[in-house]
Structures are given as structure tokens and as C-alpha cells.
């Protein structure tokens, strides 16, 4: 193998605010594999829950000192790999795992979801993100992402610092968008909203059945994720016994081990790639979680078409896709996922199904043989 490390930018079309303050450009690095004229891709970044960061700069270094023990050795079999690759961060095993099984698919000619046995025949609704901000901001975002899909599915930001009236005036607001928007053009909406760990326990019970009064389908992540296991636990133990609708860990839930012990308090989980160490555990974390009875949600940071078309690999196996970050860049070096009205497919070359953009800056640093195959990719909201 031979294989290296790129930097690149994404900047987003709308900055998203959440709980923990506002993103509107990060820096992403590119690992990729190559191998009998064949190269794997991935991509990582920094990122953090509140009560875990790793930054971007902690990642380079990890994957710069990769390299040296990669080279020269055989993608195959991976197994041989695993002890180079279980000391890493989760997000610099992610970047090294999905450019292996971005390379593995490409050898086979098989997208990876098609390797596992997933059935990827039918496109499956993604949410679309209202992120924190004044009534008429989110209510202006929700038009714009009316102007690009039909919006079937959408999720709403809450943990506003200006306390639970602003998150209960946002409620009720996207609410009754959603309800005119379905009497007027006859489509319907679910409305998921997602605290980022910005509620206390007793803000929580405070808001939970005023959500359910609103149709809200689905309350994720209310509390602070907690360093200590135990009392992160016992947050949702206490939380679940009040909460009428589906409650679902995300800053919580970064590996199969936070599966287990949030399942018997949560509804669902949200795996997100960055944090679970790759495509390959967060598969493993998906087939557990059926197993044990939780619904799926696939989620994703500021990630480009790369993360998120490896993610959409799982999508046969997930109830609430939340794969839109790509969908709201300006300068995405990546074609992926198709966008079929706001249902998500998997590209469907082999590998992840993502391509390099002939046109951009990523295609000249990598050079020949990184072909788009005719896809393309969905247009981002302006």
C-alpha cells in the first residue's frame, strides 16, 4: 500500500448553530489507500460532544505516524491491520478504516452495504436541520430547504441559551410551518428535535410532554453526556420514566460498549461514523442495536458527500437518517449519495460510491483515476 494525507475545507451555505455555539467552515483531512492502481478514500475531523474533544490537529498527527506502518504491507487481510489501527482516536481509525473499505469494494467491483448483504433498493428520507437561532432565521431555513427537497422529515435544534421559553416559541413555530405547509401543498412532515446535551434533568421533564403535544416524534440527546458512565446512565434512566416519546442518545453513545449500557434507558441511538471508529463498527453498533430492540439514527457532523455516502451504506439498517451536512456545503470535493426528493440512495460505483470531483482541488492532488462515473450529486441549499 502506499498512502497519504490531504487537508481540505468545507465551508456551509447557512451556518448551523446547536447548543455549543455555531460552525460555518471546518478542515477535513483526506487518508487515502492506494493499491494495484486502485485508491480507497476517507475522511475525518475534529469534533466535539461537550464532554469529549479531539481536534483535527491531534488526528493529522495520528495518521501521519500511520503511514510509515501501512506502507508496504497488504490491504488484505484486514485482520493483519487491526492492531495498527485499534490504538487510534475514533475519528483517525475512521478516516483509515473507510479509505480499506473504500479500496476492498473497488477490488470486488461491489459497493460495501451490497459485501455486507444490506439491500439498498429503495431511497430512505434524511431530516434536514433547523439549527438554533431567532423565529424568523429558522422559519426563513425551513423555506430554503422547501426550495431544494420536500423536507419529510425535519429536525429542529433546541438547548437555546436563552432558556426553554425561546426553545418552546421555536416549537411551536416550525410546528405550525409544518401544518400549513401540509394543508397547502399536501405534504406531511415529522418534527424531531434535538438538544445537544442543553437541558438539565428537570428542563427535560419540564419540556417532554409539550413536545408530544406538538407531534414531536422524537427527542434526542436532552442531557449533558457526563465523562462518568455510570452517571450518564442514570441521566436517561431518570429522563426515560417521564419522557412520552422516543428518547435517543447521540453525545452519549460513541461506542458498542455506550450501546449497551444505554439500551435499556433509550429508544434509539445515534451513530455517527466520526465517533464509533469507522463504517465497520458503526455496522457492528447497527446490527446490535436491532438486535436489542433500539431504532437506528445514522448521523453525521460537517461532513462532506465522503462520510456521509460511506454512512449511507447503513441505510437499510436505519429508521432516522440525519445525513444532510453535505446537502448544505458550498465547496464539497466529493459526489455520493443521490438526493431523490429528500430520499437518500448510496452511489452506486463500488466502494463507499463516492468520487472525487473532476473539477475541484482534491482531483489534481490525486490524479488520474478518481472518475465521478456519471453521478451526480444533489444541489446544496443556497
Known sequence: ????????????????????GTTAVVERLLFTVE???LVGLGESGGFDTGHRRIDTETIAVELTDL????????????????????????????AADLALLDWWGKRLGRPV?????????????TSVTLGLGTVPRVLERLERWWAVCPASRVKLKLGSPEGLEHDKA??????????????????????????NGGWTLEEARRMVDGLAAAGVVLLEQPLPPRRDPDEDTAGFAALDLDCPIPLVADESCWSLADLLRLA???????????KAGGLSEAHLMARVAQRLGLEVMVGCYSDSALLNGAASQLLPLTRW??????LNLLDDPFV???LEGDGLRAGAAPGLGVRVRQDGPLARLLGAGQETSGETASDAPR
Do not use: Y
Not at 502506499?2 to 448551523?16: D, G, M, N, Q
Open 1 to 20: 500500500m502506499r498512502c497519504r494525507l490531504h487537508r481540505f475545507a468545507l465551508t456551509k451555505a447557512v451556518p448551523l448553530t446547536i447548543s455549543r
Open 35 to 37: 493499491h494495484e492502481g
Open 67 to 94: 503511514i510509515p506502518r501501512l506502507e508496504g504491507r497488504e490491504p488484505e487481510p484486514r485482520q493483519a491491520l487491526e492492531p495498527m489501527l485499534a490504538p487510534l482516536s475514533p475519528p483517525a481509525r475512521c
Open 113 to 125: 452495504g451490497e459485501l455486507w448483504g444490506l439491500d439498498a433498493s429503495s431511497a430512505v428520507a
Open 170 to 195: 421555536l416549537v411551536a413555530a416550525v410546528s405550525d410551518a409544518l401544518r400549513e405547509h401540509w394543508r397547502s401543498c399536501g405534504q406531511a412532515a415529522e418534527l424531531q428535535v434535538d438538544a
Open 264 to 274: 435499556p434507558h433509550v429508544d434509539g441511538v445515534n451513530i455517527k461514523l466520526l
Open 321 to 326: 437518517p440525519d445525513l444532510d451536512s453535505h
Open 336 to 338: 455520493g449519495p443521490r
